[in-house]
């Protein structure tokens, strides 16, 4: 029997024990079920800036934690390793509980919640969901850094157990996205469904010759302040990457020229790797 999983546009059409696209999900038992659940290949008490979160909790620090897994394909990924691989790779399972419990044990050392980050989290979407109901009985914040390639239904079930996003927003470009076998409309409706519910704030990595044009950055910086112009924007540069490891990386002043640009819309403009 072939189900279709519904968490993201891809809809992916999966019989028993087929894997969709992302790597994460599975037809198990004629359901369709989170394979990567408690599936950890990375943990870190980071500083909040690194997400990147500039006006949250500045100066605080969040445990940030991955699984495997990816419902887009760019070919300038830069955590590839976890994103591109399968469940061989995770090096250890947790509950939710237990990761709870971590976060609550480095409290002192200045954690405020839990961050994830690294891979595409939502494809881990029931894991996600667990353990922000967990950490919101600890008084722990949630913290997404996601590409938003989700349908609306699960996105705003989610939202309200969501403190922080950061959301990845590849390009303003709907052929880029095509791309990246990603979807630009979704990506919009969720950065608007997102600005209404919590904090949020995003990223655009700066890619020479793919979405570096300054006509761009007035178009996405316009839309933006369309949504909320005090949304802070992160102009992040590029550097050899993946399947772009021949490219060179963003010039600098590039990033600072966009940079100036969107801040003639937002009033908060981050350049970012520079």
Same mark, same amino acid.
């Given at each position: ?15 028993? =024990? ?23 290949? #990375?943990?870190?008490?980071? /500083? ?5 979160? #500039? ?32 469940? +061989?790779? *995770? +090096? ?15 409290? /002192? ?5 839990? +961050? ?6 939502? @494809? ?7 353990? #922000? ?9 949630? @913290?997404?850094?996601?590409? *938003?390639?989700?349908?609306?239904? /699960? ?8 403190? *922080? ?13 095509? &791309?990246?076998?990603?979807?630009? +409309? ?10 209404? $519910? ?9 890619? /020479? ?17 369309? $949504? ?14 993946? &399947?772009? #490891? ?5 010039? @600098?002043?590039? $990033? ?6 969107? =801040?003639?819309?937002?009033?908060? $403009? ?5």
């Amino acid at each position: 029997m072939s189900l279709s999983c519904d968490l993201c546009p891809h809809h992916c059409q999966l019989k028993e =024990g087929q894997t969709g696209f992302c790597r994460a999900r599975i037809n198990c038992g004629d359901k369709i079920i989170c394979a990567n659940y408690g599936k950890i290949t #990375a943990l870190a008490l980071d /500083p909040i800036e690194k997400k990147p979160l #500039a006006r949250f909790y500045p100066g605080s620090y969040i445990l940030s934690t991955g699984s495997y897994g990816c419902n887009l394909r760019c070919s300038f990924c830069q955590n590839y390793r976890i994103s591109m691989t399968d469940s +061989a790779f *995770a +090096a250890m399972q947790i509950t939710s509980q237990e990761l709870i419990a971590k976060a609550v044990e480095l409290k /002192p050392q200045g954690n405020i919640g839990i +961050a994830f980050t690294y891979n595409e989290p939502l @494809v881990g979407y029931e894991f996600v969901r667990d353990c #922000a109901l967990l950490a919101r009985s600890q008084a722990l914040k949630t @913290v997404l850094v996601t590409n *938003a390639m989700l349908c609306r239904r /699960p996105f705003e079930d989610l939202l309200p157990l969501i403190d *922080a996003l950061n959301i990845d927003l590849k390009s303003f470009n709907g052929i880029f996205y095509q &791309k990246i076998a990603g979807d630009l +409309a979704t990506v919009k409706q969720n950065i608007k469904l997102a600005a209404q $519910v919590c904090h949020l704030e995003v990223t655009t990595l700066i890619i /020479p010759g793919e979405n570096d044009s300054e006509e761009e950055m007035h178009k996405l910086a316009d839309w933006l302040a369309s $949504v909320d112009p005090r949304i802070p924007l992160h102009i992040s540069r590029f550097f050899p990457h993946y &399947k772009m #490891a021949d490219q060179k990386p963003t010039p @600098v002043e590039t $990033v600072y020229r966009l940079s100036q640009i969107a =801040g003639q819309y937002l009033q908060y $403009v981050y350049a970012g790797n520079c």
